[in-house]
């Protein structure tokens, strides 16, 4: 896994209602080729806890069946922000300005993994 690269990749802003609204208030997304996998990240908050910052991974491996799962952010840090990428890794900033980076392969392939 570690060897894995992303390409095509690359991070946009995105509306609070991309992916989820009910659940979810998301400012940006990130969507990339990781090990032949389609994968959107979708970063931000909680709805109803706007301090709880959450990412959003959604993986479309070739078998056709979307996966997906919420890592969670360092509790009470506020919102996450998608900022950049490099070698593998996305670097994630909260509200608060915690700077966070997740290994991006890893992160859309280990279930329960919080990023704190």
């Given amino acids: 896994?570690?060897?894995e690269t992303i390409e095509k990749a690359g991070?946009?802003?995105c509306g609070h209602d991309a992916a989820e609204p009910a659940y979810y208030h998301f400012?940006?997304?990130f969507d990339g080729v990781i090990g032949?996998?389609?994968v959107t990240v979708f970063a931000g908050a909680l709805r109803g806890d706007p301090t709880q910052g959450v990412l959003l991974v959604r993986a479309l491996p070739a078998d056709g069946k979307r996966r997906g799962r919420q890592i969670n952010g360092p509790?009470?840090?506020g919102t996450?922000?998608?900022v950049g990428s490099?070698?593998?890794r996305m670097?994630?900033?909260a509200q608060r300005g915690d700077s966070i980076w997740v290994d991006l392969p890893a992160a859309h392939a280990v279930s329960e993994k919080h990023i704190a």
């Fill in 1 to 3: 896994m570690g060897q």
């Fill in 11 to 13: 991070i946009a802003k």
């Fill in 27 to 29: 400012n940006s997304r």
């Fill in 36 to 38: 032949g996998q389609r």
């Fill in 75 to 77: 509790a009470g840090a």
């Fill in 80 to 82: 996450l922000k998608l």
């Fill in 86 to 88: 490099k070698n593998g």
């Fill in 91 to 93: 670097q994630v900033l």
